[in-house]
């Protein structure tokens, strides 16, 4: 029953449905005894030919109130006790999406979104399952089971009572032992739900990538082979599941043929009579359900024991970016410092940044640039302190990251990824998530800034047409220009282009920087990219290769030297003269 204590802190937090649950389930249960009593007493008028229409109408009108009471009493305590663990399914769930929200690039490098999903939703309803089903199945087992005991023994014959409890403690040693292999078997189930759940994620997202290569088949057997463990996993628990009712059903015949015997005996002794014999195998009758109800209860407990475990590791990580030595209340502004000696990623031997040292003037564009792998999204990890840097420091305003605020910090920054996710909601409410209170002028004049806007008036539904879950009905042009345009809405301090003109042409790439090099004075702005054209205008461009810094100065600078830069930008350039020529021998 540890689940119970480990879910003590809110139960005491509900204590006052829990405790109106309790009492009025034990009420319930005192108000069960009563019938088996009364057929007792009609029995024993029956067999004194004292039984009158009157008293026959008066012990039924009894059982009537009986029923009523009892009818009413059951809605009360599901309301109270169900909706208790309601509402901790509620609160674990918010608990769980807020640490989700919270934590690093790091935990979700080591947890995947199937298995998250899972915690969130199968676990959550397993312990929901313990705190709401389990304390109905406790408290009535307990209550019921103590009461019809009790009330055999004062009112009945004790010795029947005790010769009757005699399997009892068996039937306690084997339910106990497979509530333990239980625990065992349900925890392997859930995981295999949860590498289920990985699996159909991974599957729905890239159904294109597994179309375009032919491998459906191969995805559809890889989604077998996990259902079918996750069918062999629930077997094995549905194989212990299965032994608690024969058990229970075996203890329980026995001590019926005990009953039966022994007190057969008594009654020919004169210890009992017939109708006090029919009461007492009606209360026998009424232990069935309490004990049944022990063999369930290990069942719930184990279930929501395992899950509960499986949450409350989830929940134990601890945030390793935080605001413990923030200082700042303000947004990061100013000039960008960086000096970084090393960096590898967590759990990887290689590093994947050294000697990294620059400094970007507030109002300036830095342009990083560099085979793919060299280290460029690392830097603009960095930069939004996705990650600490153990071995070096980057300042903005001459204040480290570490100084601001968590909120400040992403509040400084307009970031456009690589991968440019978008919700399956209108293009308006796309834009406006940077700033919910956005209104259609400032979301529309964003969107101009990002040459989207003509693109947009175009739909049918202009800025409320729904964009399909990830922007699948959106061109990968027109994703990364709604992108654009909800970085820029907030007007950050620092805008981030981490390869994000990779779909458009060369003429609206130099649409967009134009507008961004007006409409952002004064602002930093960060472009990382493989088009060289992309960057040639900023103030400072940087070239990586394998995580170190090869070349360093303006367009013009890198242009006299004989580089990477030089090189790449020439090939680029007759890349282009080539496709220009091509389209001009077509016409």
């Given at each position: 029953?540890?689940?119970?204590?480990?879910?003590?802190?809110?139960?005491?937090?509900?204590?006052?449905?829990?405790?109106?649950g309790?009492?009025?389930?034990?009420?319930?249960?005192?108000?069960?005894l009563?019938?088996?009593?009364?057929?007792?007493?009609?029995?024993?008028?029956?067999?004194?030919?004292?039984?009158?229409?009157?008293?026959?109408?008066?012990?039924?009108?009894?059982?009537?109130?009986?029923?009523?009471?009892t009818?009413?009493?059951?809605?009360?305590?599901?309301?109270?006790?169900?909706?208790?663990?309601?509402?901790?399914a509620?609160?674990?769930?918010?608990?769980?999406?807020?640490?989700?929200?919270?934590?690093?690039?790091?935990?979700?490098q080591?947890?995947?979104?199937?298995?998250?999903?899972?915690?969130?939703?199968?676990?959550?309803?397993?312990?929901?399952?313990?705190?709401?089903?389990?304390?109905?199945?406790?408290?009535?087992?307990?209550?019921?089971?103590?009461?019809?005991?009790?009330?055999?023994a004062?009112?009945?014959?004790?010795?029947?009572?005790?010769?009757c409890?005699?399997?009892?403690?068996?039937?306690?040693?084997?339910?106990?032992y497979?509530?333990?292999?239980?625990?065992?078997r349900?925890?392997?189930?859930?995981?295999?739900?949860?590498?289920?759940n990985?699996?159909?994620?991974?599957?729905?997202?890239?159904v294109?990538?597994?179309?375009?290569?032919?491998?459906?088949?191969?995805?559809?057997?890889?989604?077998?082979?996990?259902s079918?463990?996750?069918?062999?996993?629930?077997?094995?628990?549905?194989?212990?599941?299965?032994?608690f009712?024969?058990?229970?059903?075996?203890?329980?015949?026995?001590?019926?043929?005990?009953?039966?015997?022994?007190?057969?005996?008594?009654?020919i002794?004169?210890?009992?009579?017939?109708?006090?014999l029919?009461?007492?195998?009606?209360?026998?009758?009424?232990?069935?359900?309490?004990?049944?109800?022990?063999?369930?209860?290990?069942?719930?407990?184990?279930?929501?024991?395992?899950?509960?475990?499986?949450?409350?590791?989830?929940?134990?990580?601890?945030?390793?970016?935080?605001?413990?030595?923030?200082?700042?209340?303000?947004?990061a502004?100013?000039?960008?410092?960086?000096?970084?000696?090393?960096?590898?990623?967590?759990?990887?031997?290689?590093?994947a940044?050294?000697?990294?040292?620059?400094?970007?003037?507030?109002?300036?564009?830095?342009?990083?640039?560099?085979?793919?792998g060299?280290?460029?999204?690392?830097?603009?990890?960095l930069?939004?302190?996705?990650?600490?840097?153990?071995?070096?420091?980057?300042?903005?305003?001459?204040?480290?990251?570490?100084?601001?605020?968590?909120?400040?910090?992403?509040?400084?920054?307009?970031?456009?990824?690589?991968?440019?996710?978008?919700?399956?909601?209108?293009?308006?409410?796309?834009?406006?998530?940077?700033?919910?209170s956005?209104?259609i002028?400032e979301?529309?004049?964003?969107?101009k800034?990002?040459?989207?806007?003509?693109?947009?008036?175009?739909?049918?539904?202009?800025?409320?047409?729904?964009?399909?879950?990830?922007?699948v009905?959106?061109?990968?042009?027109?994703?990364?220009?709604?992108?654009?345009s909800?970085?820029?809405?907030?007007?950050?301090?620092?805008?981030?282009?981490?390869?994000?003109?990779?779909?458009?042409?060369?003429?609206?790439?130099?649409?967009?920087?134009?507008?961004?090099?007006?409409?952002?004075?004064?602002?930093?702005?960060?472009?990382t990219?493989?088009?060289l054209?992309?960057?040639?205008?900023?103030?400072?461009?940087?070239?990586?290769?394998?995580?170190?810094?090869?070349?360093?100065?303006?367009?013009?600078?890198?242009?006299?030297?004989?580089?990477?830069?030089?090189?790449?930008?020439e090939?680029?350039?007759?890349?282009?003269?080539?496709e220009?020529?091509?389209?001009?021998?077509?016409?």
């Amino acid at each position: 029953m540890k689940v119970f204590k480990d879910l003590w802190w809110f139960f005491k937090k509900e204590k006052v449905s829990y405790g109106l649950g309790i009492v009025v389930l034990a009420l319930v249960s005192l108000l069960t005894l009563t019938p088996p009593l009364i057929v007792g007493i009609i029995v024993d008028h029956i067999v004194d030919v004292t039984l009158t229409i009157n008293i026959l109408l008066m012990w039924v009108g009894v059982l009537l109130l009986i029923g009523i009471l009892t009818y009413g009493l059951r809605f009360v305590w599901r309301v109270l006790i169900f909706g208790a663990s309601i509402r901790l399914a509620r609160l674990l769930r918010n608990r769980l999406y807020e640490h989700f929200t919270n934590m690093s690039h790091r935990f979700y490098q080591r947890h995947r979104t199937g298995d998250l999903m899972a915690h969130a939703t199968n676990d959550i309803r397993a312990v929901q399952m313990t705190a709401g089903q389990g304390v109905l199945t406790l408290v009535d087992s307990l209550t019921m089971g103590g009461f019809v005991i009790i009330t055999m023994a004062a009112t009945i014959n004790w010795k029947l009572t005790l010769i009757c409890l005699i399997p009892m403690p068996f039937m306690a040693y084997l339910t106990s032992y497979y509530g333990t292999l239980l625990h065992k078997r349900f925890h392997l189930a859930q995981s295999a739900f949860s590498q289920l759940n990985d699996t159909v994620q991974e599957s729905v997202t890239g159904v294109r990538v597994a179309k375009t290569f032919g491998q459906e088949e191969d995805e559809i057997n890889r989604f077998k082979d996990k259902s079918n463990e996750v069918v062999e996993r629930n077997v094995a628990v549905a194989k212990i599941d299965a032994l608690f009712d024969p058990t229970i059903s075996l203890i329980v015949g026995i001590s019926y043929f005990l009953a039966v015997v022994f007190g057969a005996r008594f009654v020919i002794a004169d210890e009992m009579t017939i109708g006090q014999l029919t009461s007492f195998t009606l209360y026998l009758g009424l232990l069935i359900w309490p004990m049944l109800a022990f063999g369930w209860l290990f069942n719930i407990v184990e279930r929501g024991r395992a899950s509960y475990d499986r949450i409350s590791s989830l929940l134990a990580e601890k945030q390793d970016i935080t605001d413990d030595f923030a200082k700042s209340d303000n947004k990061a502004t100013g000039d960008i410092d960086v000096s970084i000696q090393k960096f590898s990623y967590p759990g990887s031997d290689d590093y994947a940044l050294q000697d990294i040292e620059f400094t970007l003037k507030q109002g300036q564009t830095l342009g990083i640039v560099g085979k793919t792998g060299s280290g460029k999204s690392t830097i603009i990890r960095l930069l939004q302190r996705e990650y600490d840097i153990e071995h070096g420091v980057i300042t903005i305003g001459g204040k480290r990251l570490e100084e601001y605020k968590l909120d400040d910090l992403k509040a400084s920054f307009g970031n456009v990824p690589q991968d440019h996710f978008l919700f399956s909601a209108t293009i308006a409410d796309n834009v406006a998530f940077a700033k919910p209170s956005a209104s259609i002028k400032e979301i529309m004049n964003s969107c101009k800034l990002a040459s989207i806007h003509d693109d947009i008036i175009g739909f049918k539904d202009g800025y409320e047409t729904v964009v399909g879950e990830r922007g699948v009905t959106l061109s990968g042009g027109q994703k990364q220009r709604i992108a654009i345009s909800r970085a820029v809405l907030p007007d950050p301090n620092v805008l981030i282009l981490d390869d994000s003109l990779s779909a458009v042409d060369a003429k609206t790439e130099e649409q967009i920087l134009e507008s961004l090099r007006i409409n952002r004075a004064g602002k930093t702005t960060i472009i990382t990219a493989h088009r060289l054209s992309a960057i040639k205008h900023a103030n400072l461009i940087i070239v990586l290769d394998e995580g170190r810094i090869i070349q360093r100065g303006d367009h013009s600078t890198l242009m006299k030297g004989d580089g990477w830069y030089r090189r790449m930008y020439e090939h680029q350039q007759l890349e282009e003269l080539v496709e220009q020529g091509g389209q001009q021998d077509e016409t």
